[in-house]
């Protein structure tokens, strides 16, 4: 059973940086597309970023494109999120997901998620 476990969430003020990780375990991190979404209190599940199996390809979100930068480490089974010039509006639980192949931008299109890591932005 495919596992998949974020960290590196945390409290920071606005403008910080901050890297969450999403290790994979139960299977081969190679064999998926991955993504980060994020959730608000009372919002809706928001795609962030997405990254192909074998990094070449990589989307954005439009409120965090410039800003944050996915990348993986497949020896490692590991997702990245670098993100920077963090806002207030950034704050929120922060999931990695995963499904086969091929990226997507819609969360209804992953199938493996985390339990989350919580962001918080202060002003």
């Known amino acids: 059973q495919v596992q998949l476990v974020e960290s590196g969430g945390g409290v920071v003020q606005a403008g910080d940086s901050l890297r969450l990780s999403c290790v994979v375990s139960g299977g081969a991190v190679a064999s998926y597309a991955m993504a980060w979404f994020r959730q608000g209190s009372g919002k809706e599940r928001e795609f962030l970023a997405t990254?192909?199996?074998?990094?070449?390809?990589?989307f954005y979100g439009d409120s965090v494109k410039g800003r944050f930068t996915i990348s993986r480490d497949n020896r490692k089974n590991t997702i990245f999120l670098q993100m920077a010039r963090l806002k207030p509006e950034d704050t929120g639980i922060y999931f990695c997901?995963?499904?086969?192949?091929?990226?997507?931008?819609?969360?209804?299109?992953?199938?493996?998620w985390g339990q989350g890591t919580q962001v918080t932005v202060s002003p």
């Open positions: 997901a995963a499904r086969l192949f091929r990226i997507a931008p819609a969360a209804d299109q992953y199938d493996m």
């Open positions: 990254i192909s199996r074998n990094t070449e390809d990589k």
